[in-house]
């Protein structure tokens, strides 16, 4: 079995797009392939000592799912089927998915939602991110001037998506245990 799960949720495809990007850049050994959420099973996301998860955030704010009219699934749904799961000993790294021009008061407020689900539950998140680059009011993905994961805009700034997941994978691979 691979050492990493890598799972994302998604509406668009943009954060599977993120995700089949991050998978190319490691084997099948060390890396499994990319999952949507609603698509998995909570016993095989939770099997996984080092999680890579992706999320999109939606309208207000939200994370993906049937009530911020995604077309399917997602987030939403799947947390509740791992909320009573202990995540002590896992260590996770979120990225996220947002458009800080369109929606500057809650910019990737996704990710700071999952990241309070699974800091709650035990698990060790890694990844933080400089806030420096982005222009945006508010975001619930900040903590200490940081963003609690990887932050993308690939409506704004798609030209920097590359060079900053290369930037963070070489940042979280030690606490993966990757040669990277």
């Not at 797009?17 to 099948?28: G, N, P, R, S, Y």
Request: glycine share 10%; with cysteine; net charge negative.
């Amino acid at each position: 079995m691979a050492k990493i799960g890598l799972f994302f949720g998604s509406n668009t495809g943009k954060t599977r797009k993120v995700a089949k990007m991050i998978k190319k850049k490691f084997d099948d050994e060390i890396m499994a392939a990319p999952l949507n959420v609603n698509k998995s099973e909570a016993d095989a996301f939770a099997s996984y000592e080092y999680l890579l998860i992706g999320t999109p955030t939606l309208g207000d704010g939200e994370l993906p799912g049937l009530s911020s009219d995604c077309d399917a699934e997602s987030w939403e749904e799947f947390l509740p089927k791992i909320e009573e799961m202990d995540f002590s000993g896992k260590t996770i790294a979120i990225y996220g998915l947002g458009d800080q021009v369109g929606y500057p008061d809650e910019f990737l407020d996704a990710m700071g939602e999952l990241h309070e689900f699974f800091t709650e539950r035990g698990a060790k998140l890694v990844g933080s991110w400089p806030t420096d680059g982005y222009e945006f009011e508010q975001s619930a993905a900040v903590i200490d001037d940081k963003f609690v994961g990887l932050a993308l805009d690939l409506d704004n700034q798609a030209g920097l998506t590359e060079e900053r997941l290369n930037a963070w994978l070489s940042q979280i691979a030690p606490e993966f245990g990757l040669p990277l």
